[in-house]
C-alpha cells in the first residue's frame, strides 16, 4: 500500500481578515517621516562569481531580467501523492548566497519534500543569505523563512519549511547535523561527504524507501543534503519514476512525479505541453506571500498614491549604480537626457506621470539632483521609491506588524521583496511603465509614448 491513499481536498483561497485590515490603516494612516537614510537595495544575485554552475548563471541572469521569480506553476488538476504522514526530514544547508538562490533551492527541494512525504529542514535566513548582498552585515537571527514566503503543501496547507529539530546544536555546518543516536533505526543518507554517491543516486535510493514506507511508519529517513544543488542531476533533468516494482503497487501514478520549476526553465518547449508534472507547494503568488508582506506592499502603494499626482500613470526608474557604473553611464546629466527625451511626447496625453526612483546609489546629493529632473514637465513628479520602502516598514516594526527584533529596515533582501510590488514582478501590475538605466538595459532613451502605447489609450466608460 503506497502510504494510504486519501480524499484530498481543494485548497482553500485566503482573504484578510479584520484584524489584518486594521494594522493595514494603522500604517497608512502614520504621517510620512523623512528618512535620510537611503537603501542599498541589492539586486538579485548579481552574478556571484563563485556561482557554480554555467546553468545556474543562465537561470539566475534570466531570473533577474525578468525580475524575481515568484515560482509561478499551473496547477491543472490535482495530482499529488497524499501522504498519510510526514515522519520523513530533509535537510539543506550549503554555502550562503543571495535570496532568489536559496529559494530556488528551497523550492525545489520542497517539491521533492511532499512527494517524499517529508518536510524541509533549513536553517534561518542568518545563515543562509550572503552578507555580501546585505552591506556586508549578516541578517538577524530573527529573521525567519516565514518572513519571506509561506510555501504550504497543498495537501494539508501545513508549512513546507520547518524550522529545526529540538535535537540541533548550533552548528547547522555540521556533517551530519544530525545525530544517529537520536534516530536509531532510520534510514539516514548524508550527501556531500566524501562517499556520497550524489544527490541523483540518493534521491533514487530514497524514492524506493519512501514508497515501500508504512502508512503508519515510525521510523523514516533523513536526507542531509551538505552539497551544491546546481550541480546536481536533479537541478535541471526530470526526476526518474521510481523502479518497476515499485510503479506496479497500488495507488502509484506517474503523474505523482514532482515539478521542479528549473526544469522548465531548461526545457521550455516542454513548459507548454499538458503533461506537466505535480506541483506539491501553492504556487499562488498572492497565497506564497505571508500576510504581513502583503500588508507591507499594500501600504507602500497607497504611500505612493498619496504622494504622487492625481491620475497617474506609475513608471518605476530603475537607476543602477555601485558596480555597474563602469557598464551602465548614469551621470546626472545624462540622466537628464534620458528623462526629457524619454517623456517626450507624454505631457499631450491627458496624464499625469509619477516616476518611482529605485537606485542603490546612497549619494543624497546625486538622488536629490534626480528628483528635481522633472522640473519642466508640470505632468511629472518623480518619488523616492526606496525612502518610502523604508519608512514603510520602519512603521510596521513601531506597530508590531513585523518583529522589531529582527532589523528589517536594515535588511537588503526585505527591503527588495516589499519594493517588487512596485516594479516589474509585481502581481499586481501596479506599475504600467518602466524605465531602466542597469546594465545591459541602458538606453539614451526610451520614448514612452512609443515602447508603451497601450498606456496612453484613452479608457472608454
Ligand atoms: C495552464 O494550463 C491550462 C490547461 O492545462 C492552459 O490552458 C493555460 O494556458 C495554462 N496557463 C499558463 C499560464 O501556462
Ligand atoms: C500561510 O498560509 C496559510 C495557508 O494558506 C495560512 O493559514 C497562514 O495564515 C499563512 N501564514 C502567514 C504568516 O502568512
Ligand atoms: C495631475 O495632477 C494634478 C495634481 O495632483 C491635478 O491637479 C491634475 O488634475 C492632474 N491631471 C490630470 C490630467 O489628471
Ligand atoms: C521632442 O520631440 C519633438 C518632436 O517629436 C522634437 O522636435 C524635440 O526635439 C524633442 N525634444 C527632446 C528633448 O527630445
Ligand atoms: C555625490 O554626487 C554628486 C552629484 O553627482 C557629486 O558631485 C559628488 O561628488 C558625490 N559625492 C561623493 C562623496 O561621491
Not at 21 to 44: D, G, K, N, S
Not at 219 to 238: A, C, P
Not at 384 to 412: M, P, W, Y
Not at 427 to 451: A, M, Q
Request: include cysteine; charged fraction near 25%; hydrophobic fraction near 35%.
Amino acid at each position: 500500500m503506497l502510504g494510504g491513499m486519501s480524499m484530498p481536498r481543494p485548497t482553500p483561497m485566503r482573504t484578510l481578515g479584520s484584524n489584518t485590515t486594521y494594522y493595514f490603516f494603522l500604517l497608512i494612516m502614520i504621517p510620512a517621516v523623512t528618512v535620510p537614510m537611503l537603501l542599498h537595495i541589492y539586486m538579485l544575485n548579481d552574478l556571484n562569481l563563485e556561482m557554480p554552475s554555467v546553468q545556474a548563471q543562465d537561470f539566475f541572469q534570466q531570473q533577474h531580467k525578468r525580475g524575481q521569480m515568484e515560482l509561478q506553476r499551473n496547477i491543472s488538476e490535482q495530482c499529488w501523492r497524499t501522504c498519510p504522514q510526514r515522519i520523513n526530514k530533509i535537510y539543506f544547508q550549503h554555502r550562503m548566497r543571495g535570496l532568489g538562490d536559496r529559494l530556488t533551492v528551497i523550492d525545489n527541494l520542497a517539491q521533492i519534500a511532499g512527494y517524499l512525504c517529508a518536510i524541509l529542514e533549513v536553517p534561518p535566513p542568518s545563515k543562509m543569505l550572503a552578507l555580501e548582498h546585505n552591506n556586508g552585515n549578516r541578517v538577524s537571527e530573527n529573521v525567519k523563512w516565514l518572513d519571506f514566503r509561506n510555501l504550504t503543501f497543498l495537501q494539508d496547507d501545513s508549512q513546507a519549511v520547518r524550522g529545526l529539530d529540538a535535537s540541533f546544536s548550533e552548528d547547522f555546518d555540521a556533517s551530519p547535523v544530525y545525530k544517529e543516536e537520536n534516530f536509531p533505526g532510520w534510514l539516514h543518507i548524508v550527501s556531500g561527504k566524501s562517499d556520497s554517491k550524489g544527490l541523483l543516486e540518493d534521491f533514487i535510493r530514497l524514492q524506493e524507501f519512501s514508497m515501500l514506507q508504512g502508512a503508519d511508519a515510525r521510523t523514516g529517513f533523513i536526507w542531509e543534503i551538505h552539497t551544491t544543488f546546481y550541480e546536481s542531476g536533479l537541478f535541471d533533468r526530470l526526476l526518474p519514476p521510481p523502479s518497476a516494482q515499485v510503479q506496479e503497487l497500488p495507488g502509484y501514478e506517474d503523474k505523482m512525479l514532482p515539478e521542479l520549476q528549473t526544469y522548465y526553465y531548461f526545457h521550455p518547449e516542454e513548459a507548454h505541453t499538458h503533461k506537466r508534472r505535480c506541483t506539491y507547494t501553492n504556487n499562488n503568488p498572492m497565497q506564497l506571500q505571508p500576510t504581513s508582506m502583503a500588508l507591507l506592499r499594500e501600504a507602500l502603494k497607497e504611500r505612493v498614491r498619496m504622494n504622487g499626482l492625481t491620475n497617474s500613470i506609475y513608471v518605476f526608474l530603475h537607476i543602477r549604480r555601485g558596480d555597474a557604473i563602469a557598464e551602465c553611464d548614469t551621470r546626472i546629466e545624462v540622466i537628464d537626457y534620458f528623462l526629457k527625451c524619454s517623456l517626450n511626447g507624454t505631457e499631450t496625453q491627458g496624464k499625469n506621470i509619477t516616476l518611482l526612483l529605485g537606485s542603490d546609489e546612497m549619494n543624497t546629493t546625486y538622488r536629490e539632483k534626480v528628483m528635481k529632473l522633472q522640473d519642466g514637465f508640470p505632468h511629472v513628479s518623480i518619488l523616492d521609491a526606496d525612502s518610502l520602502t523604508l519608512e514603510v516598514i520602519k512603521e510596521a516594526a513601531t506597530n508590531g506588524l513585523i518583529d522589531a527584533s529582527a532589523g528589517f529596515e536594515n535588511n537588503n533582501f526585505y527591503n527588495y521583496e516589499v519594493q517588487r510590488t512596485l516594479k516589474r514582478d509585481s502581481i499586481d501590475k501596479f506599475s504600467s511603465v518602466f524605465l531602466d538605466k542597469h546594465r545591459e538595459n541602458c538606453d539614451k532613451c526610451t520614448r514612452l509614448v512609443d515602447y508603451f502605447p497601450s498606456v496612453w489609450k484613452k479608457e472608454r466608460d
